[in-house]
């Protein structure tokens, strides 16, 4: 695996490969580092489906509300690197924060029609711009063929989905199924700050997904929904911020032309915020 920093050496070798051979597919993914299981997901897929893999690593500040949230992100390269090389991936791009936002560049406003400033958005302002800037930044960066993202991050597919269209970029964007612990719990970099315990515990969000898909063809999404809060509050330690029913392509409230459904839920345990949600249809 090729290990790059620079932005235009980068730019510059994936031109080169493309202009001697017009048919090689570059494949992308993204991600903040901390790799796991689900990330591999995505890594796999685009080996699959590409000529050349290229996943970056960088933990984008302008998507951190919380300044100790983003100086506590977990930086295990050697891990990452390790199992990058294990799956195959052709490039890493690790670059420092000047050659994603050069000095003179300047943080852009995307009109997302709203869709950055509900649910995850309400909760985290600003954060869905800070992932725009960066993905418009990488994406000029890269200039892939196919880009990866995993369905965990539900509200970011929609936000990114969006993006392409309004920058009119020729990127094809897949999504990746939710990679699980064995017990049902969403893999995520988040996870390793949970006490053993709460880890193994917290398998209860699953359940509820679950649960919710299995019963709200016969009772309705709103008692499926009030059934999993009740179920939620019997656990102690834990808060739940949100357990909601959207409409899968706008994530408002679902009416009868909604055409996907989805159940959205973060909680919070031990101070980690959890995200999960399922498609219902
Ligand atoms: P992150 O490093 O957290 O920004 O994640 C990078 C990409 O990996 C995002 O597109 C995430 O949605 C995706 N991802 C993270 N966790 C999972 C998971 N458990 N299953 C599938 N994709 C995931």
Redesign the pocket.
């Known amino acids: 695996m090729k290990l790059v920093k620079s932005a235009n050496k980068l730019t510059n070798y994936l031109n080169n490969l493309q202009t001697e051979d017009k048919s090689v597919q570059i494949g992308f993914?993204?991600?903040?580092?901390?790799?796991?299981?689900?990330?591999m997901?995505?890594i796999d897929q685009s080996v699959r489906e590409n000529d050349i893999t290229v996943c970056s690593i960088f933990v984008n500040p302008t998507q951190f509300g919380d300044a100790s949230d983003l100086a506590n992100y977990p930086k295990p390269i050697e891990s990452d690197i390790k199992q990058l090389i294990h799956h195959n991936c052709d490039i890493l791009f690790l670059p420092e924060i000047k050659e994603v936002y050069p000095q003179e560049y300047h943080q852009q406003h995307f009109n997302l029609d709203g869709i950055d400033l509900i649910i995850e958005g309400a909760q985290r302002p600003g954060h869905f711009q800070g992932v725009c800037n960066v993905l418009s930044r990488l994406f000029f960066i890269v200039q892939p063929n196919r880009a990866?993202?995993?369905?965990?991050?539900y509200q970011?597919?929609l936000v990114v989905k969006k993006l392409i269209r309004l920058l009119n970029l020729p990127i094809e964007i897949s999504i990746?199924?939710?990679?699980?612990e064995e017990n049902g719990l969403?893999?995520?970099?988040r996870n390793q700050r949970l006490s053993k315990e709460a880890r193994k515990n917290a398998s209860f969000i699953n359940h509820t997904l679950l649960s919710i898909k299995e019963e709200w063809k016969l009772i309705g999404l709103e008692q499926a929904i009030e059934n999993s809060k009740n179920y939620i509050s019997r656990f102690p330690g834990v808060k739940l911020e949100y357990l909601l029913a959207v409409d899968g392509n706008t994530l408002l409230a679902v009416d009868k032309n909604s055409t996907s459904i989805v159940i959205l839920i973060v909680v919070k345990l031990e101070g980690v915020r959890l995200l999960d949600n399922i498609i219902l249809a």
């Open positions: 993914v993204p991600t903040m580092g901390a790799l796991h299981a689900g990330h997901r995505l990866y993202f995993g369905q965990k991050d970011q597919t990746v199924p939710i990679a699980r969403a893999m995520s970099s």
